[in-house]
């Protein structure tokens, strides 16, 4: 029997504001994202928030694909940027969590998906910049941030044919869900825009070659359970994580 990959999915940290606990942290990841990789035939791994660097390259050793998933905003120190008056709630630890994730997996040669601000900080990360609110963005004109019912498509976005999402999805024109009001600016040096909505707005990056690196700026796990293309987007990452692990050993 073919050995089930792991897939580990980047967690984050929830204040309690009420209740007997206020203030209290959890550790949490949304459901939508470990329904989605079962879905997709891969056992789920919620990997926990730490700034201890050992922990945190056993994590990437002890998976065979990396999910980012979505939150806060992202430091925008970390391109050189002062923080502008649209920014929203940061959060400095996660940000350097999610950076060694991405450098450690990325040196074990392991795909890596990422979502929503996972694929902002997946871009910042390789050297690229953001818009830290579209009302910065010249002509942006779309809803970008619909707020509520996460399995509606309320916007449309166009995707490059030459790209492995066209491979995925087989269409060029999709509708998505939308819940951000950051964006990519300047795309990181190694990679290449591969779906913008009608606005400009950069939907979807990937590494340029054969590595399977993927960041998509709406939320796929919200859409997957009774979308059966936005699932294909986990069936075809689990896959790639299974036989990128067996090139490797």
């Known amino acids: 029997m073919k050995r089930k990959p792991i897939i580990g999915i980047s967690g984050s940290i929830i204040r309690e504001n009420s209740g007997d606990f206020p203030g209290y942290e959890r550790a949490y990841v949304n459901n939508d994202y ?13 990997i926990p928030v730490t700034e201890d660097e050992e922990i945190i390259r056993e994590y990437s050793r002890n998976i065979d694909g990396l999910i980012l998933s979505g939150g806060h905003d992202v430091n925008p120190l970390l391109w050189s940027e002062e923080p502008l008056k649209e920014l929203g ?6 940000d350097k969590f999610d950076f060694l994730l991405i450098e450690t ?21 390789f050297g690229g910049t953001l818009y830290q609110d579209l009302s910065y963005k010249k002509d942006s004109f779309v809803k970008h941030n619909q707020r509520y019912t996460p399995t509606f498509e309320s916007h449309s976005i166009e995707i490059e044919k ?11 024109n999709l509708f ?8 990519i600016k300047d795309v990181a040096p190694g990679f290449k825009k591969v779906a913008v909505s009608k606005d400009g707005v950069i939907e979807g990056i990937e590494m340029c070659g054969e590595e399977f690196i993927i960041g998509v700026q709406w939320h796929p796990e919200m859409l997957s359970k009774k979308n059966i293309k936005m699932q294909k987007l986990f069936n075809r990452f689990v896959e790639v994580s299974i036989e990128m692990e067996d090139k490797n050993e």
């Open 162 to 172: 030459n790209s492995k999402l066209f491979e995925i999805f087989k269409e060029k």
């Open 34 to 46: 470990i329904q989605s990789v079962i879905r997709a035939g891969g056992i789920p791994y919620i």
């Open 105 to 125: 997996v990325f040196e074990l040669k392991k795909p890596i998906l990422a979502i929503c601000r996972g694929e902002q900080i997946l871009n910042v990360f």
């Open 89 to 94: 709630e940061v959060f400095v630890e996660r």
């Open 176 to 183: 998505v869900n939308s819940f951000h009001h950051m964006a």
